[in-house]
């Protein structure tokens, strides 16, 4: 394959990605009525990965986790965004993600097909730091945007303290700082009346 090929693949992914901007999530930004879309909370986990980087459980490489969460959602393209308390209820779902994946990576040539979709396998998996730590990103994000929306997705579909810690309660394999942090979170809200415990 010649520069010019490999160029046109990778202008043809780029411009694939763009529909995530119309992919549109159970949150809404802070303040607004509005669903955030998942390219907005592609931006707002890489920021906050390099922002939170010190409470990393242990040393991660950052460009690794940049890379895992600029792309862990790009498979809502094809399958939408799932309410991370309903994901339990697709049993299908990873095949479905994969077989996204699969697709829109395999856009690009061989060597870059094959890169980004082993991150985001190894993000799925969870089993390197790296992949911890960006998965205790993604989750505090919940935890900051409802917290600070008058309980946002949680009020809404009725999700507790108790559920709320109980499905992620793996931000602690990643970060133990920022699982201590979700749960001061999470309280707050509750005591503000927003939620309830139980």
């Not at 999530?25 to 707002?44: D, F, L, Q």
């Not at 699969?102 to 061989?110: K, Y």
């Amino acid at each position: 394959m010649n520069n010019i090929e490999k160029l046109q693949k990778q202008i043809d992914f780029i411009a694939e990605i763009d529909k995530l901007k119309n992919v549109l999530r159970y949150t809404s930004p802070i303040g607004m009525e509005r669903k955030e879309n998942s390219a907005e909370h592609s931006w707002h986990v890489v920021m906050a990965a390099m922002i939170l980087l010190e409470y990393a459980n242990q040393e991660v490489n950052l460009l690794k986790v940049v890379k895992m969460l600029a792309i862990h959602d790009i498979v809502e393209i094809d399958v939408g965004d799932t309410f991370h308390f309903h994901k339990s209820e697709k049993s299908d779902l990873y095949l479905q993600e994969l077989a996204a994946a699969e697709r829109i990576f395999g856009l690009l040539d061989s060597s870059q097909k094959e890169e980004y979709l082993s991150l985001w396998k190894e993000f799925e998996s969870r089993e390197t730091v790296e992949a911890r730590y960006a998965i205790a990103i993604d989750r505090i994000i919940a935890f900051i945007i409802n917290s600070r929306n008058k309980g946002g997705t949680w009020a809404k579909h009725n999700i507790t303290v108790q559920l709320a810690l109980e499905k992620n309660s793996h931000i602690g394999e990643g970060s133990k700082m920022l699982w201590e942090m979700a749960q001061i979170l999470v309280n707050e809200t509750y005591a503000k009346g927003y939620i309830s415990q139980a």
